[in-house]
């Protein structure tokens, strides 16, 4: 069992950043693939951002690349999503997510989840 914990999340104006962190307990975490998801207001929940157990491998989706950035630090049991030039369809809340297995884009994949965190931006 993985309990994961978002923070980090709040408003901020367009073309701002925000970092959001995952704290993880339980289970260890240097053994886990770890995931960024959202879901924005009468959307479903969308993959955004994984990362392997080493962070050698690193999947973002394309609305995402090249101004998020997903890492981990093992020893510290935490993964972190930067979040940069920030956008108002970014606005969702963001829930990060522990895999079953390698990872993975695939939502269902995934067997723990945090609460979720807040992101809202502004026009």
């Known amino acids: 069992q993985v309990h994961l914990v978002e923070s980090g999340g709040g408003l901020v104006q367009a073309g701002g950043s925000l970092r959001l962190s995952c704290a993880a307990s339980?289970?260890?975490?240097?053994?886990?693939?770890m995931g960024w998801f959202r879901q924005a207001p009468g959307k479903e929940r969308e993959f955004v951002a994984a990362?392997?157990?080493?962070?050698?491998?690193?999947y973002y989706a394309d609305s995402v690349k090249g101004r998020f950035t997903i890492s981990r630090d093992n020893a510290q049991n935490t993964v972190y999503l930067q979040m940069n030039s920030l956008k108002p369809e970014d606005t969702a809340i963001y829930y990060c997510?522990?895999?079953?297995?390698?990872?993975?884009?695939?939502?269902?994949?995934?067997?723990?989840w945090g609460q979720g965190t807040q992101v809202t931006v502004s026009s």
């Open positions: 990362i392997s157990r080493n962070g050698s491998i690193r």
């Open positions: 997510a522990g895999a079953r297995g390698p990872t993975t884009i695939i939502a269902t994949m995934y067997a723990y």
């Open positions: 339980g289970r260890t975490f240097s053994s886990t693939a």
